[in-house]
């Protein structure tokens, strides 16, 4: 069973950073794709990120292109999302994803596996 654990949310100030991190577990994650997904209150969930596991393609949302950055510790099965020059709107619950397919998709409902989520909230 695949397990998705998400940390490091917090409160920040405009400007600031912070980097989650998602742990995975359960499969061999080679042929899957990870996703960052977010969602703020009153509003659907909406893509952050995504990269394919066995590939260097990275994907990003209009909003956070230039700001954020996805990676992974392929040692440590574990997927990083660094965000920098964080702004208010980016307040939400974060989410990490996979499909046990290894092409990038911006739809959450192509996604099979989701962890429990963190806060982040940027203050003005």
């Known amino acids: 069973q695949v397990q998705l654990v998400e940390s490091g949310g917090g409160l920040v100030q405009a400007g600031g950073s912070l980097r989650l991190s998602c742990a995975a577990s359960?499969?061999?994650?080679?042929?899957?794709?990870m996703g960052w997904f977010r969602q703020a209150p009153g509003k659907e969930r909406e893509f952050v990120a995504a990269?394919?596991?066995?590939?260097?393609?990275?994907y990003y949302a209009d909003s956070v292109k230039g700001r954020f950055t996805i990676s992974r510790d392929n040692a440590k099965n574990t997927v990083y999302l660094q965000m920098n020059s964080l702004k208010p709107e980016d307040t939400a619950v974060y989410y990490c994803?996979?499909?046990?397919?290894?092409?990038?998709?911006?739809?959450?409902?192509?996604?099979?596996?989701w962890g429990q989520g963190t806060q982040v909230t940027v203050s003005s």
């Open positions: 994803a996979a499909r046990d397919i290894p092409i990038t998709t911006s739809m959450a409902s192509r996604y099979a596996y």
């Open positions: 359960g499969r061999a994650f080679s042929n899957y794709a």
């Open positions: 990269f394919s596991w066995n590939g260097d393609s990275t």
